[in-house]
């Protein structure tokens, strides 16, 4: 039975790690609650955006279920009495609007289900687990010896992926996990050779990539299955938190977190960067690097997801790099997500910014200079290292790597074209396309803040000033130098002698006064 029977897949556009932006319009009363108008804008493009009415009640609502996190966001408190006055009620729109500006400023917290629920209802559905299991149930029907045990709900980050525990029903004791995703907005391939590549992922063989015991697809998404690892990913060893828990409850607030020592630190950033060396040296595209996405076994990290990019499913840490124009490949994007990962692993938390300038002064001088060639601004904006030039780095190329077979993953010529063909026209386009509407909308938005700042409207007022005063000088100097300027007056010549008009004199005017008689007499 095939798995699929539709031709042109159903492509997700929507990006769920596109920022999203919201302004408290206004307030308005209606009967008993005030109702907060909220403009909401997705991405750069000012014309994507749409309009919602919140009450308090709603922002409650959306702080209790945030409250998982362990951190106290600013909402203000209830009112009982007066809260319908309309001092009050522009004093709660301020503290709401500050509110949400922190929690947008959250990276977990802004791409959470509960947040993005609340300002972007319409696509974000109560029963997306229902669904995915759904789909898992469907894909059984063609593979019956699986089945599945109990949802793992909200272990990870994305929001349109589910996780279940399966287990075979001839091995009722081995665990396994199982991830269903939704296509993704990068999802280009066709369906016969995603569905090819996707049933390859079990034959890699790699001593630093998690193998992959099942995986497949359909015409909504795909789902690959393997073995669950009790101590979890590189992210729930440093954050001590069991894997099963809530990643908003993992990873936001941890009460304490792993130290690794140089050694741990140099020997798993190697072992990472030969796994994504690998890739790309088989022309496999990743672009989903993060702690975790990492599998630690005892001194080994192995990477887990691989199957991301072909499902078209963006990066954790898009949202940041697409402000980066340099950063337009695969393999910047690789290497600029281990920069995030190696500031995780000797830092203990997340790098919650694009950019940092300022290393502690207590990280060694070998991981301050690979995190500055990374994270720094400067490098951001011109180039970033190669995945071979860090593996040559100091940090990192004295490092022995372990023996044993060959690592093997053999894609068929045809497969390999398609996914070329995927990575150039479908990943890589997408990511310059958005990269050049994010560097559009920051000069329009500069221009904008230039032109109404207080110094340029006081520049602006001065040049005018200038420029009335310097016309109306100049309307001073033709009125003076009329009389001199060359042109005759009717009454006078070039001498300063009289001239006699050349307008009809009326007969009044030509009659001559006894004086102007007398005058002429004694001219002549």
């Given amino acids: ?174 665990k396994q996990v199982l991830a269903w995703s939704d296509f993704g907005p990068d999802k280009t391939l066709v369906d016969k050779d995603l569905v090819g590549l996707m049933k390859l992922l079990p034959t890699l063989q790699h001593p630093f990539i998690y193998p992959v015991t099942y995986a497949s697809a359909n015409e909504s998404g795909g789902l690959a299955i393997r073995t669950f690892h009790a101590t979890g990913t590189l992210r729930d060893f440093i954050c001590k938190a069991k894997p099963k828990f809530h990643f908003l409850r993992k990873y936001c607030k941890p009460k304490s977190f792993t130290a690794f020592n140089l050694m741990n630190i140099k020997t798993y950033g190697r072992q990472i960067l030969e796994a994504l060396k690998f890739l790309k040296e088989k022309g496999f595209p990743y672009g989903h690097l993060h702690a975790s996405n990492v599998m630690l076994e005892g001194n080994t990290c192995r990477l887990l997801d691989i199957e991301n990019s072909l499902l078209g499913l963006p990066s954790y840490y898009r949202m940041y790099f697409t402000q980066f124009k340099k950063i337009n490949t695969m393999e910047a994007v690789d290497v600029y997500c281990f920069g995030h990962l190696l500031y995780e692993m000797v830092q203990g938390e997340q790098l919650n910014a694009a950019t940092k300038d300022d290393f502690p002064q207590t990280i060694s001088a070998p991981i301050k200079s690979v995190l500055e060639s990374i994270l720094n601004t400067e490098s951001c904006k011109s180039k970033l290292p190669s995945i071979d030039e860090l593996i040559a780095d100091p940090l990192f190329s004295d490092v022995p790597m372990p023996g044993g077979d060959r690592p093997q993953f053999r894609i068929p010529s045809k497969l ?34 230039h032109h109404n700042s207080a110094e340029e409207k006081k520049r602006r007022k001065k040049v005018s000033m200038k420029k009335r005063m310097s016309e109306q000088a100049l309307v001073v100097d033709k009125t003076s130098e009329a009389p001199s300027n060359g042109t005759l007056s009717p009454t006078h010549n070039g001498s300063g002698s009289t001239t006699p008009s050349s307008a009809p004199t009326s007969p009044a005017s030509s009659i001559t006064s006894p004086e102007n008689l007398d005058n002429t007499n004694a001219a002549d």
């Fill in 1 to 174: 039975m095939a798995v699929f029977e539709k031709k042109k897949s159903t492509k997700v556009t929507l990006d769920d790690t596109v920022p999203l932006t919201c302004l408290i319009e206004t307030a308005q009363n209606v009967q008993t609650h005030t109702d907060y108008v909220i403009r909401v804008h997705r991405g750069p493009s000012l014309e994507n955006s749409w309009q919602i009415n919140r009450r308090y009640s709603d922002f409650v609502f959306l702080n209790d279920n945030l409250k998982v996190t362990g951190i106290e966001f600013p909402l203000p408190p209830k009112k009982v009495f007066g809260n319908m006055d309309r001092e009050f009620i522009a004093e709660r729109q301020i503290g709401l609007q500050t509110y949400l500006n922190v929690l947008l400023q959250h990276h977990m917290v802004s791409t959470s289900y509960f947040f993005r629920k609340f300002l972007d209802p319409s696509n974000h559905p109560p029963n997306l687990h229902e669904v995915a299991l759904q789909h898992v149930s469907m894909f059984f029907r063609s593979e019956p010896h699986w089945e599945v045990v109990e949802p793992l709900k909200d272990i990870g980050w994305r929001l349109r992926k589910s996780y279940f525990m399966v287990r075979p029903k001839d091995q009722p004791k081995v």
């Fill in 416 to 449: 390999k074209e398609s996914v070329k063909l995927f990575q150039e026209n479908g990943i890589e386009k997408r990511l310059k396309e958005e990269q050049k509407q994010i560097s559009s909308h920051r000069r329009i938005t500069k221009a904008h803040a």
